[in-house]
């Protein structure tokens, strides 16, 4: 009986806490109540209070100039602590009020005549009051209306909460519930430690793929299930509440103590699945992140940053569950400042530059192309290799915005070259997202004739990824870009996903062996035979080989001797500022 009596407190509370937050549209409503009231009542003024343990507070008034007083001073007290009505028609005859510093002083009460607004909880949140300087008489008809003005006051609010706090799809109290519940511990129990536990079931990007082949209502009717499906697993007392945190995405609030961890969810909800449609039954992976906090002593929306970060990272590394950790969380935000700062050097032009590293033909010893890499000189933290920061760019569309600065700048450079030396080809690195766009080809080819440049003189490098191997829109795109003259070489070859059967399927004239095979192969004899063999393999299907990362004399003299075609490393050169590599070109002949 005490825990239910605890648990209405806080939701009473709760409740309360939420009628305090600012809202514009909510209380324009409430105003227009008031104004109501003193019309069809014909009492001068009028206001709504809402009263929690220790202090009340007018949300809208009419001709009532008090704006917050403590509960005891209040005159609606009496209202809530007694039979859900109070009317006095001359306070200065009523003991009770005769030296009421509200009557005596302002607003100068004589007239009250106040009801219970009380919601679909049956929580007290405050009063509905008309008000006057001078006494009134006041029928038992009047005192109806006044309660049937404050039953559409309470009904107002009640559908304002639950529009605002409630999913709509899952009609469970819903993320800004949440926030608003944590909120209310640190009135109720401000030194007690909790947990709050976030459960993904449903990858929301997936969601998003799904509905847009199925539909909405069958998406709608999963979600619901899958909340269902969640209730009825973690078996949740009356005092605690299941959230809807976002489409797929729950979560709970629990004593530290408590039943549950991060780390228990996922056996929990181990062979968990959701019906999309007939016949079509979805697996769920179900991953949990968690933190600890204490009321008092940490915001709600920091609270519940640390519960997505921890969600976040378990996701982003495949683990079932994880707690939050101030090491993940400091290099999750040193990643979100890189990208902030990549946005602003892209913006401005500034910082970001190009290294040209020789490409070196095996058979002749000839410079016979270039690699343009891109390179950032960040005015903090100094000069940031590209695996620092392309990674990241590569799950954002700064990918894209660093593929055209790429293109751009190579452009002007090979068209400013072009003035003076006879040009050897340049490749720049693309990623699959840019180079499977329909008209990238096309603007391609648009920006080099702009500037009287062959397509030959560009080639496309494309990492070996899964992505690749398995999207035609990929290759279609690889494919537009051979058919217009350019040479298409593949990265990174002999690690990841390496499956010789899909090489032909992609329109490539250039495979690149990877520097981490390459810079073994002194060292390590299998490393020898790998690489021995791959280039064999390659040249019988009459690709030109290129290793790359080739640092020693003796690694060398093996890839001469095994057949390859090129190379690229610090035996030769490393990547070179544009001013360097002019001594590589030859000058053009005089006309």
Known sequence: MHNEQNGSDVKRLSAIKALLTPDETRDKVLE?????????????GSFISIIDDHNQYI??????DLKQSTRDESLCRHVLDGEGHLVVVDTLLDERFVTHPFVEGDPHIR??????LQNLDGAMLGTLCVTDTQPHPFSDEKLATLRSLATLVTSFLDAWNNAGFADVITHLPNRPRLIRDIQ??????PHS????????????????????????????KLLRQMAQE???RLNLPDNETLYTFAPGRFAIIQPYSGRYTAHAIPDLFRGMKADLAENITLDLDVFAGETEFVPGQMDANETVRQAVSALHEAIDEEISAMSFDESYDTRRNDDFMIMNDLAQALKKDEELYLAWQPKVCLRTGKTVGLEALIRWNHPERGELFPSEFIPLAGKTNLISDLTNWVIDHTVAQLAQWNREYNLIPVSINVSERDFSRPDFADRLVAKLAAVQLPNAILGIECLENEL????????????????H??????????????????LQDIPLDVIKIDRSLISRMCEDEASKIIVRCIIQMLKELNYTVLAEGVESESTLALLKTYGCDQIQGYFFSKPLPASDIEHWLLPKLPA
Do not use: W
């Open 230 to 232: 969640a209730a009825q």
């Open 59 to 64: 949300k809208a008034s009419r001709n009532f």
């Open 32 to 44: 227009r109540f008031v104004h109501l009231a003193s019309q069809v009542l014909g009492i001068s």
């Open 184 to 189: 209310q511990l640190t009135i109720t129990e």
């Open 468 to 483: 690749i191997t398995r999207s035609n829109v990929g290759i279609d795109g690889l494919t537009a870009l051979k058919s």
């Open 193 to 220: 430690r909790f947990r709050l536990i976030l459960i993904d079931c449903l990858d929301i990007i997936r969601a998003y793929e799904l509905s847009r082949a199925v539909g909405i209502a069958p998406m709608e």
């Open 111 to 116: 007239f009250y005549a106040g009801v219970s």
């Open 485 to 502: 003259g350019f040479v298409i070489s593949l990265d990174d070859f002999g690690v990841g996903y390496s499956n010789i059967s899909y």
